[in-house]
């Protein structure tokens, strides 16, 4: 082992710190689920902990942890369902009159904040990539991971996962041919938000408050894709998403109030729907895929225990919007330490 790796191992909580945030990215495209990769990444520092002293030195530290982390998500997978969304339950697309039928038993596919991962993965935790992936088995989904993500040669690929080279490229072609089937690599992502993009986002926003359907479909893809787990159905074309949220959102005009966030390193949204007693609650996580000024994926997510994994405040008060839609009343200091925690401000 070099002097320079003993340090790094001597220094655990350096290591933690360092190589925490980009295992999370690593854990959660495995697993599908922010939560289950939180326990996934401190099971894996637990066991680097532990073995440090077996540690050979013939790789990185970088590379001995994924290959940990790697292995602990394997075992944690065995047995398990896939987490999908709504699209990937095999059935056909909902019209909006169609009953609304959730199903908590389920364990769907999460999305998962950007500020728990490194910038430089964004791209590879995209919402449509990893539902993709999650329709892989589980050493397919890793042997594409450290491959194709991470970039490993095939051979360090098999001596991670106790293989030959041959399996892993075996394995890596039969995964390649489940995602060209939906034309997905992690490469498929989009630039930085545009000018035209935001002023988008901002009218999108706007339409919510007002709850301006026509304003809502007009921003959406002609064959834009919505869905909303738990809830089982899908919904294709603007205007069918459009008679969606007219007839079964509960709320009206002036009643949600939609916070950005940036999940999956894609633009997204908590909204807050307005109680009877005047202030805001969690609804729902809308995550957003653009093409060009439109929006042609929704991912609104109801399990509105994420709210708090995206660091965002458990209510918001009664005057946070005033009723001609101007700037936001002052939040409560516990709150606005949140959002800025969110937005790393």
């Known amino acids: 082992m070099t002097q320079t790796m003993t340090s790094e191992l001597d220094d655990f909580d350096t290591l933690t710190q360092r190589y925490s945030r980009e295992l999370h990215a690593h854990c959660y495209r495995m697993s599908g689920s922010t939560h289950e990769a939180e326990d996934l990444v401190q099971e894996t520092l637990m066991r680097a902990w532990k073995s440090q002293g077996t540690f050979s030195g013939r790789s990185s530290v970088r590379t001995w942890l994924y290959r940990i982390a790697t292995n602990v998500c394997l075992t944690n997978l065995e047995g398990r369902p896939k987490r999908p969304l709504p699209t990937g339950l095999g059935t056909a697309d909902s019209l909006a009159s169609d009953e609304l039928v959730s199903d908590e038993e389920v364990p769907w596919l999460q999305p998962v904040p950007d500020?728990?991962?490194?910038?430089?993965?964004?791209?590879?935790?995209?919402l449509a990539f990893v539902a993709a992936l999650q329709h892989l088995p589980a050493r397919q989904r890793a042997v594409l991971i450290l491959r194709d993500v991470l970039r490993w040669s095939a051979a360090e690929v098999a001596d991670a996962l106790e293989t030959t080279?041959?399996?892993?490229?075996?394995?890596?072609?039969?995964?390649?041919a489940q995602m060209k089937e939906r034309a997905l690599t992690e490469d498929t992502v989009g630039d930085e938000l545009t000018a035209d993009?935001?002023?988008?986002l901002d009218a999108y926003v706007e339409a919510f408050w007002k709850k301006d359907v026509d304003a809502i479909v007009g921003l959406l893809k002609a064959d834009a894709v919505w869905e909303m787990p738990p809830f089982v159905g899908w919904y294709v074309g603007a205007q069918t998403i459009g008679e969606l949220i007219a007839t079964a959102c509960p709320g009206g005009v002036h009643d949600m109030v939609m916070l950005p966030i940036s999940a999956n390193g894609q633009p997204a949204f908590a909204l807050y729907m307005r109680t009877p007693d005047g202030d805001f609650t969690p609804f729902h996580l809308q995550v957003l895929d653009l093409d060009g000024d439109r929006v042609r994926h929704v991912g609104a997510f109801f399990e509105t225990e994420l709210f708090a994994t995206f660091g965002l405040p458990e209510r918001l008060p009664a005057d946070w919007r005033g009723d001609d839609g101007g700037p936001r009343a002052a939040l409560a200091p516990e709150g606005a330490e949140r959002i800025a925690a969110v937005h790393g401000s």
Do not use: F, K, P, W
């Open 115 to 126: 500020t728990a991962v490194v910038v430089g993965e964004r791209d590879s935790i995209r």
């Open 165 to 176: 080279v041959a399996a892993v490229n075996s394995a890596l072609q039969r995964a390649h």
């Open 197 to 200: 993009q935001r002023r988008m």
